[in-house]
């Protein structure tokens, strides 16, 4: 049963830095993707940024060359370094993990983290 803890969240004000973190337990296996997604009051959730299995990273215009998203795979954790934070920033942040399907390898399961809230003042 994979289940994903956030932590790192917080107040912070504008300009100032945050670090996520999103522990993974449960599986036997490394996940072929994991992200960072957040959500802002009345809208709805959106991708922060990704990286797959081999290191490869995808982000959201909106914090491109201020997020850094990276992962250990020996302790099975996820990370989101937050730098230059704005008040556009603030929101509830999910972990994900993707998982290959146990009942086919064409397949992939997603799992979810609780969030973490991060509030940016002005």
């Known amino acids: 049963q994979v289940q994903l803890v956030e932590s790192g969240g917080g107040l912070v004000q504008a300009g100032g830095s945050l670090r996520l973190s999103c522990a993974a337990s449960g599986s036997m296996f490394s996940p072929n993707a994991m992200g960072w997604y957040r959500q802002a009051p009345g809208k709805k959730r959106e991708l922060v940024a990704r990286?797959?299995?081999?290191?490869?990273?995808n982000y959201a215009d909106s914090v491109k060359g201020r997020f850094t998203i990276s992962r250990d795979n020996a302790k099975n954790t996820l990370y989101l370094q937050m730098n230059s934070l704005k008040p556009e920033d603030t929101g509830v942040y999910y972990c994900?993990?993707?998982?290959?399907?146990?009942?086919?390898?064409?397949?992939?399961?997603?799992?979810w983290g609780q969030g973490t809230q991060v509030t940016v003042s002005s």
């Open positions: 990286i797959n299995s081999g290191g490869t990273t």
């Open positions: 994900n993990a993707d998982y290959p399907d146990r009942s086919s390898s064409d397949f992939t399961v997603r799992y």
